[in-house]
């Protein structure tokens, strides 16, 4: 393995002192120039990849408990993704009221009952369809099928970023895979390339792709450096015979960022400089990354795993990154590591929702006490709900028709906005329900931006995150 | 229809009527709200609390309408001046129209109240891609000098006319790498640039390239990147298409042949219907297929459920928006929710072309090594299995729905069992015969106790594993023997335990077969497989444990005893013959009580099954089990043939994924694009677009849907589309100039931008659709050999403040290389690139999971890997984890039909091309190579020319105090190697 602190002290050597440029489009494409007064600067989007099942964390329907094991009859045909409708199906966990607004939430879910007056909850949103890809794709790029930029890749071009030396639009995906769609969930599609989603991983030995040399018998930290002088040197002469074409001057420059960021992205990555307390808050391993789930998927791990990225999620946001999308949850692969709990929500929910909720909750503490809360958005999605009635004996199968999001900070007011019926199963008033496009469209709000006057022209449209929909929530502003 | 000659006339014969009759609402009035107020004051919209649909409902609003005073209505005010409110996003109305509604209002706005106005916008084709294509000649200009090249003419008339002065031509060695990549995406080799400087004869080199064939796998990405080609299906799992690369190859082929064009549209479009029995029209399908495809939405959902007729929708929706984009820049997307709003493409247009497509799926198809006869039968078997699959799939459903209720319990406690006792799997699966291509080879496995044992018992334990979904009872012989004997060769004394070789042997899952000994003694036990078991169409024999068991069961002999067989794949943990003894082995359940709780549980289950099933039906059932498998055997007697993944209407059923056999899915035009809104039902047809274009291919109902394809086809090729011809052109002149003529290369409609050359677009689309060969690369010679692309590419202040961005070409644009260039040439100057053409894709990734959701893994590839080593469009291409460091170097996304390379410049970019893998690896071999050389060949290979002095003495010194290979690693980064010029 080489030795990144080595190369780290050499680029930071030869590149200190270079005076950076404003070159590589640091303005978004609004320029400041912003529609309306923003009460958010940045966006956290948790995703919980497969699918959460609302009825057993944040939307409580003491029904189903009444009326656990008999025949489940909502009065109309049900047609499922994978099943026929089994029995009413209780959630295997309690619901307790906590907070100040006394909002009842399962025990899987409780660390979040510290912060739980700061959150406001929609549990009346609706999907398209019960197709994971297509769900996964219309909650982060705004349509259900491929091509579209992602609602991350939007912001950053709008808004462009507050720190050059990082990209503006970070992912930190599930170590274990990606989920439905991969790359396709923060493409920049017809953007320009720099908004797309970076990936990073932290923990890992190498937490962005290429960002030093790999390992090599001929590369040393002098020649690295050297290299780079040299390149410079050859590039100026090549662009001083050319006036008048900025792109070759762009692309010198372009080399003296990136050693910048290979200074800013490890101290952003580098969680060992947190006290001991915040890595608690945030529920990390003692053990750290490595921590075992290889035989049984576990708390301990989940909470290691997804704490770790909101830790790494807050310090990106601290130093100027505009939008983060965190992941929990990788593909249907075996043995099961997301929230597609078709077969036993117990054993996947338990730990996957704890973990989730310690994190989570520790992200909104640390950013609220860092006076950052007011001004980060976070949102907490995912493709759609689970039935209230069972499949096989201890599984959910997919509820398009109902789930919930939750938001939280950037000026959004807790609380509790629209609600979905006794079972779960469907919008409470079947009239008014919310989606997806209203979700986008209260984020842009947030940010200062019009949803409806932010397009691109792609292939004679007008595109934007919300096609031709989406309603502004007001009633959650504050 | 309303073209602007017919406007005239109107406006000249109303002027000469009486001045203030007022306009005939029906006849007037209504027209031109319905085509230009209605797509936003609908009912619906609604858009500024105004609703235009009736007289009553327009009054509503406070000051848009007031009868007799149109200078106080909004209606007039809002559209009046050179840039006015209304409508939004769109053309001012012309004046004759305002006209018309001023003086309908102040003559007191006369408006039946029945009268009811719908947005409905007029056929117009009165804009400049939807006239008809104008074969003019070139011009003259004083600008023109020695060039008898019309392309120079043109341009040299509007340089003229803007006071621009042309740049001069490139020096030659510039030239040479320009046309080099712009021809081939290679650089030219030293040699042969010494020759092109010796003896610099332009044409000649044009020519050499245009005939190399390089030049098909250049352009050919040009192509793929239109059709967003990959070898994935994208969504979710995104698996791998082993058999989409033929369609590569085909597209190599086309350009390099110099198909004519319109043959080439048609192969692609309904190349099966058109040319019969020629291999091409069946690949040519490929395009179809090649976009993104729902494999969840199509295989585990299906068309039964709305999600599964939704993936169908937008399936669909795809390849008519593919076709449209690619081959006439025109996008109908929109009208699958409303009329175009700006185009002549109303909703009924675009649902006829979703009839068109209604009959066909994405799937692997026999393009060749099949004769008709053998296809004709494979169809046939094809279409008779799939209907009585689907029979079997209701009846089966019928079944699982019944037993559903009377099993649940039953279920609930095998669950309950196997998660208190399940043990699981465990590395050790046990032993694994060679694979075998034929099923009825003898092989065995034998166990030498080293001493004749008395054993009272013999158990044998099926293996188990996922490969192929088989899971329990893998690799277990359909038929076989049980043997022992005191011979280790088995020639003498023989004596026969258990025969199962006289018919099929249904497979035991997880059961342990037993059987007693003979109580005679002996030293050695064989197990003579004699029919072996299906894999995945090969044959294997597999076991997971032997146990040899003396009276009372109390000790096992063959633990750990030695193992010998015909063969065997000793292959790492898993599968070994030591493993057959080795005490571990699959079971469902560790405890003994629990697993014959489980059995007696899992024979009740049976029983219930078979009890309730109607006698009728369960002959049914066996019945067509025997006829799919007779079937099934005809079919697999017929020679699979070469395959290619294409639109297709016959192929296997798999999972809820069902062929057509041809028979056209029902369409429905869709209110707001919802399924659950059908209105009229559709047949085939597509816009029209010019004036004698087809709306309805088809008179009937009734149509046979290869045929529909065809007339699609013909409708692209038809010499008076306007589009097609101008549509081609303009991507031939951007893949020349680097910039098109039209600045939005898939919309030529009133959305998307105006020619900068109009006249020359014309002439180059007549030319090709007028030329006998429709030769494409007739067009591009005419375009590589004129001299505006051989203009220097400098800069020149006077020309950049009249037309900064070179939109009428006084220079060369200088453009930095593609992500496949990079590549391509990383790979030629180290000595390493394998110009192998065609045949299965390279893939630089690693496969890890691939039974389910297949994970590619980049960064476990080896850049040594002297397979990867091929061209960049060799390459296997992920739908949904793209390639990184192309990808960051902006290569095209295949989730969608990319015209246009970005060209980002970013600094993850510069640190994937200094930090990569790849480049550290080839930066060795080019280094390698300047320590025998030196500096300047691969200097000059990489850019075109020798170092100047003051970049030779910077090469030098870094050479001298880093070494060969860091020096490399700085060429393959330098902006004289990265920009073209």
Known sequence: MTDRRRFLGATAGSFTGLALGDLLARDGVLGGKLHHPPRAKRVVQLFMAGAASHVDTFDHKPLLKKKDGEDWDPGETVELFQSTPGATFASPWEFRPYGECGKQLSDIVAPLGDVVDDIAFVHNMVGKTGVHSQGTLLQTTGFSFPGFPSAGSWVSYALGSENENLPSFVVLPDHRGFASNGAKNWATAFLPAQHQGTVIRPGSDSPIADLFPPESDYITPENDRSGLSTLTKLNQLHAASRPGDDRLAARIRSYELAASMQLSATDALDVSREPTYIRDLYGLAPEGPGVDDTGAINEKAESEFFGRKCLVARRLLERGVRFVQVWSGNDNGFPRRNWDSHGDVKRDHEPLALGMARGAAALIQDLKQRGMLDETLILWTTEFGRMPCSQGSKGRDHNPFVFTNWMCGGGIQGGTYGESDEWGFKPQDRARYTTNYDIHATILHQLGIDHEGLTVRNNGIDRRLTDVHGHVLREMLG | ?981
Not at chain 2, 102 to 126: F, H, M, Q, S
Not at chain 2, 853 to 871: A, C, I, V
Request: proline share 7%; hydrophobic share 35%; with cysteine.
């Open chain 2, 1 to 981: 229809m309303l073209g602007s000659r017919s406007i005239a006339i109107l406006f000249s014969a109303m002027s000469l009527g009486p001045l203030f009759a007022a306009p005939d609402f029906e006849q007037d009035v209504a027209p031109i709200l319905e085509a230009k107020c209605l797509f936003c004051h609908n009912a619906e919209q609604a858009k500024g609390d105004l609703i235009l649909r009736s007289r009553s409902e327009a009054l509503l609003h406070s000051d848009a309408l007031v009868p007799g005073a149109a200078n106080e209505s909004g209606i007039i005010t809002s559209i009046l001046g050179p840039d006015p409110e209304m409508p939004k996003k769109a053309d001012p109305l012309p004046p004759e129209e305002i006209e018309i509604l001023r003086r309908w209002i102040d003559a007191g706005a006369e408006w039946p109240e029945v009268r009811k106005l719908v947005y409905n916008p007029t056929r117009d084709l009165n804009w400049w891609s939807l006239n008809p294509i104008q074969p003019g000649s070139a011009p003259d200009s004083t600008l023109l000098g020695e060039s008898d090249n019309p392309v120079d003419a043109f341009l040299a008339a509007r340089l003229e006319e803007n006071g621009l002065t042309p740049m001069p031509e490139a020096s030659p060695d510039t030239l040479l790498r320009r046309l080099s990549y712009d021809l081939t995406g290679l650089p030219p080799t030293p040699e042969e640039m010494d020759a092109f400087l010796a003896d610099p004869d332009w044409d000649a080199a044009v020519d050499r390239l245009l005939s190399s064939p390089a030049f098909g796998e250049k352009f050919a990405q040009h192509w793929l990147d239109l059709v967003r080609y990959a070898e994935t299906h994208g969504y979710d799992k995104d698996k791998p298409r082993p058999n989409a690369w033929p369609y590569r190859d085909y597209v190599i082929r086309s350009f390099n042949e110099d198909k004519p064009f319109a043959r080439f549209v048609e192969e692609q479009v309904a190349g099966d219907q058109l040319f019969p029995g020629n291999p091409e029209g069946v690949v040519g399908l490929g395009f179809l297929a090649a976009g993104p495809w729902d494999f969840i939405g199509h295989w585990e959902v299906g068309e039964a459920k709305l999600d599964g007729r939704i993936a169908k929708h937008l399936d669909r929706d795809e390849m008519v928006q593919a076709v449209f984009s690619t081959f006439q820049s025109t996008t109908v997307g929109c009208a699958q929710c409303h009329h175009h709003k700006f185009d002549p493409i109303r909703m009924e247009d675009y649902y006829r072309l979703h009839a068109v497509f209604a009959a066909v799926d994405r799937a692997d198809r026999v393009f060749s090594g099949l004769s008709p006869e053998d296809e004709k039968r494979k169809h046939e078997l094809l279409t008779h299995i799939n209907r009585l699959k689907s029979e079997q799939g209701q009846l089966d459903q019928e079944r699982k729905r019944l037993l559903a209720a009377r099993v649940s319990g039953i279920d609930r406690r095998i669950a309950e069992l196997k998660e208190k006792h399940g043990s699981g799997l465990k590395p050790q699966y046990g032993f694994h015969s060679q694979i075998s291509k034929h099923q009825d080879i003898a092989k065995w496995v034998q166990i030498d106790l080293g001493q004749r044992r008395g054993i009272t018992e013999i158990r044998i334990m099926p293996a188990y594993d996922d490969y192929g979904g088989i899971g329990a009872g893998f690799g277990f012989p359909v038929r076989y023997r049980v043997e022992i004997s005191d011979d280790p060769e088995f020639e003498q004394g023989v004596r026969l335990l258990h025969d199962a070789t006289k018919k099929d042997q249904p497979s035991p899952g997880t059961r342990v077969q037993k059987m007693e000994g003979d109580g005679r003694p002996f030293r050695y036990l064989r197990v003579t497989a004699t029919r072996l078991a299906e894999r995945k169409k090969d044959y294997i024999f597999a076991l997971g444990e032997i146990e040899l068991l003396n009276e009372g069961g109390a000790e096992n002999f063959a633990l750990g005893a030695s193992v010998t067989a015909k063969d065997s794949i000793e292959s790492g943990v898993r599968w070994g013959k030591r493993n057959l003894v080795d005490g571990i082995f699959f079971r469902e359940l560790s405890d003994e009580g629990a697993l014959t709780e489980l059995r007696t549980l899992q024979e009740k289950r049976i029983q219930i099954e078979k009890e309730m099933l109607p006698p009728e039906t369960k002959r049914r059932l066996e019945e067509i089990g025997k006829e799919i498998l007779a079937l099934e055997k005809k079919r697999k007697a017929i020679p699979p043939g070469k395959q290619v993944y294409a639109a297709a209407t016959q192929f296997a059923r798999g999972g809820r994924f069902m062929a057509t056999a041809g028979k056209p899915r029902p369409i429905h035009l869709l209110h707001r694009g919802d399924l659950r809104s059908p209105g009229e039902r559709m047949t085939p047809g597509a816009p029209p677009l010019w004036e004698s274009a087809p709306e309805v291919f088809f008179d009937n109902k009734e149509w046979n849907e290869a045929e529909a394809r065809a007339e699609l086809a013909h409708y692209l090729t038809h010499p008076e589309n306007p589009l097609s011809w101008r549509t081609i052109s303009n991507r031939l002149w951007q893949w020349t100039f680097g910039q098109p003529l039209v600045g939005t290369p898939n919309d030529f409609g009133r959305g998307g931008m105006s020619p900068s050359h109009p006249e020359l677009l014309d002439f180059l689309a007549a030319s090709l659709r007028d030329d006998p060969n429709q030769s494409l690369k007739s067009v591009l010679r005419l375009l590589f050999t004129s001299e505006a692309y051989r203009r220097a590419s400098t800069h020149d202040e006077k020309n950049a403040a009249i037309d900064g961005s070179n939109r009428f070409l006084w220079r060369a644009h200088r453009r930095r290389l593609t992500a496949e260039e990079i590549r391509d040439s990383i790979l030629l100057t180290s000595g390493k690139l394998n110009r192998e053409m065609g045949g299965p894709s390279f893939q630089d990734f690693v496969i890890e999971k691939p039974q389910h959701s297949p994970h590619y893994q980049y960064h476990l590839h080896d850049p040594e890997d002297p397979e990867t080593h091929r061209r960049t469009v060799y390459r296997f291409v992920v739908r949904s984890q793209p390639q990184p460091m192309l990808t960051t170097l902006d290569c095209a996304d295949p989730a969608m039909s990319v015209p246009q390379r970005d060209e980002s410049t970013t600094a993850l970019q510069a640190l994937t091309q200094w930090n990569h893998p790849f480049v550290e690896a080839m930066s060795r071999h080019l280094g390698q190579s300047m320590k025998s050389e030196g500096i300047e060949p691969g200097f000059r290979f990489l850019t075109g020319r020798p170092p100047t002095e003051a970049e030779k003495s910077i090469l030098t010194e870094h050479l001298e105090t880093e070494g060969p290979e860091s020096l490399a690693r700085v060429l393959f980064n330098l902006n004289a190697f990265v920009y073209v010029d």
